[in-house]
Every structure is written in structure tokens, then in C-alpha cells.
């Protein structure tokens, strides 16, 4: 009976862990902070769900919490208590049918201030010879860019062909923003020379600013 708890403690404790490390992950998705949790309370418990189904190995009674609060200073920590009512074996000859079991799993997400700088030279143009770079980057930018919370993470961008430009000054709004931080992604063309230092050195001083 031991070895059973023991295995099932075991089984437990990764299943909170990867629900916890899957919600830190969805705090991204959705405009506002209440979407927010409410996907990553969604994906937390899909994710135990799938590494541990209810009434697994002969447990019942299976219960999984998820809190999500501000831990510290821009910090976001997601912690899931998990627990089940494990079968005992030999243990019933004594009076104990079951045993309840409990995990824990922690994850934290820490807010970020981030410059997004692209390449917008003639080198990275979509020519018949030369594929489709500059569609490309625009793709993964934007999905780059998804990857982040609204309201919570203040994202910029700038691009550089001969010269910086500031597409989109750093901002939480960077998705709901009119003009939104996507909409300038998806507004770049690429053309013109490479200037490359003097596009850090900008990003590097609107990080200072900020």
C-alpha cells in the first residue's frame, strides 16, 4: 500500500506541476486580466486533466484548485492544489479504505519591458530568388508578439533599413492599441540598407527611459 501512495503521490505531484507551468504559460491570452486567469485556469486544469484523468488507478473523489495572484512586484504566481482519495489494499483489513493524497505545483510569470527589433533592409525583401524573408519575419513577429500579456508587459518596436524608425513606442496596449503594436508589423516593408547599431543603441535608450 506504501508503494502504491508513493506512486500516486508521484503521479500527483507532476500532474500539478505541469498544470502550473501551462497556466503561467496562458497568462498571455485574452485583452484584459480576468481573461486572463480565466484562460489560464482553463489550461491548468486540461493539463492535469491529461496527465492525470479523474478516477485514475482507482482514485475518486479528485479535486484540483487553481489561485493565481500578484506574488511580488510584477510577478504573477499560479499555484494548483490537487488532490484525490488514493485506494488502500491491505490497509482495509485495519479499517482504511482510503488515504487522501495532496500536491502542490508552482509557477511564476514576471512581467517584462521589451524592444522588438527587426530587419527591414533590401536584404530581407521577397524577391522570386531570394523566398519570402520579410513575410516570414512579419509572421513570427507577430506571433512573437502574441506570446505577451496585455496589460501587464510593455512591449516596442523598432525596425531599421538605412535608418531607425520607431514603429511603436513601448506600451501595454500593444494589442488593443490604435495603432496596435500587430498592426505595425503587419504594416513593414523591407527595403534599403542596414543599420543595424544605431537601431540597438535606440531600443537600448527607450529600455533606460522606460
Known sequence: DA?????L????????????????????????????????????????????????????????AVDIAESALRTRTVTVT????????FMRYLGFNTTHVVAYGKASRRDVNLILILDRSGSMADTSTNGQPCSTMRSAATNFTNMFAEGRDRL?????????????????????????????????????????????YQAYSQLQTI
Open 156 to 200: 516596442g518596436l523598432i525596425t531599421f533599413g538605412g535608418a531607425w524608425y520607431l514603429n511603436f513606442a513601448p506600451s501595454m496596449t500593444f494589442k488593443s492599441g490604435s495603432p496596435s503594436m500587430l498592426t505595425r508589423i503587419s504594416a513593414i516593408t523591407c527595403s534599403g540598407g542596414t543599420g543595424t547599431g544605431t537601431a540597438l
Open 82 to 89: 490537487a488532490s484525490f482519495d488514493a485506494p488502500q489494499y
Open 3 to 7: 508503494g502504491v501512495l508513493f506512486v
Open 9 to 64: 503521490k508521484t503521479m500527483l505531484g507532476a500532474s500539478a506541476d505541469a498544470a502550473a507551468i501551462a497556466a503561467a504559460r496562458s497568462l498571455n491570452v485574452g485583452l484584459t486580466i480576468s481573461q486572463q486567469e480565466a484562460a489560464a485556469r482553463q489550461r491548468a486544469t486540461d493539463f492535469f486533466n491529461a496527465n492525470f484523468a479523474p478516477n485514475s488507478m482507482g482514485t475518486r473523489n479528485q479535486s484540483v
